[in-house]
């Protein structure tokens, strides 16, 4: 038997969960993936809310439930904080962020294909809102820490390149 918990997401934390994992309309079944394991690391039994905890919820966040086998439910509990919610969230988002970037270097490096092009591309076939993850936000999380990988990326290619030819 399964029991549902209540979460708060980002709306792009929501699509990936959606996306990547079974969902029936009421709620996401993750599995026993990795991002199980963290949901039911930051459950707990007794909903003890303390008065700080509302301010730290940031805005903009969206209802949802996940299922959580009937075990987990009894030894860890049926409830997770707003800041663990906030940092499940946070954990989603950052990884998606990072797969589409690392999806827009490959693209760039090896097709030959403009970073915003590309980065566009992915965005639209992913089918993200600009309030999901915008062009802006991700070109210049790219800018930041992909345009140095870059050149990694296209030295790696040509090693693979160079032994398939030798073999």
């Known amino acids: 038997m399964k029991h549902t918990v209540d979460i708060k997401l980002e709306p792009l934390a929501w699509k990936v969960l959606k996306k990547q994992f079974n ?6 079944d993750l599995g026993r993936g990795w991002l199980y394991n963290i949901v039911t690391q930051c459950l707990r039994r007794n909903p003890v809310i303390s008065p700080w905890e509302f301010s730290r919820m940031p805005q903009g966040m ?4 996940v299922y ?3 075990y987990d439910y009894n ?9 663990k919610q906030a940092n499940l969230s946070l954990i989603i988002s950052r990884r998606e962020r990072e797969r589409l970037c690392l ?7 090896m097709g030959e ?8 591309y992915f965005l639209e076939k992913e089918g993200y ?5 915008s062009f802006a936000a991700l070109r210049k999380h790219y800018q930041r820490h992909y345009r140095h990988n ?9 090693e693979l390149k160079c032994a398939k030819q030798h073999k």
């Open 150 to 158: 870059e050149d990694d990326i296209l030295h790696d290619h040509k």
């Open 68 to 70: 959580i086998l009937e």
């Open 75 to 83: 030894r860890y509990g049926g409830y997770m904080s707003m800041a």
């Open 113 to 120: 294909v403009s970073r915003d092009t590309a980065m566009r």
């Open 23 to 28: 969902y029936d309309g009421n709620a996401v």
């Open 103 to 109: 999806l827009t270097a490959t693209a760039h490096v």
């Open 62 to 65: 969206v209802d949802g439930k």
């Open 129 to 133: 809102e600009d309030d999901e993850i």
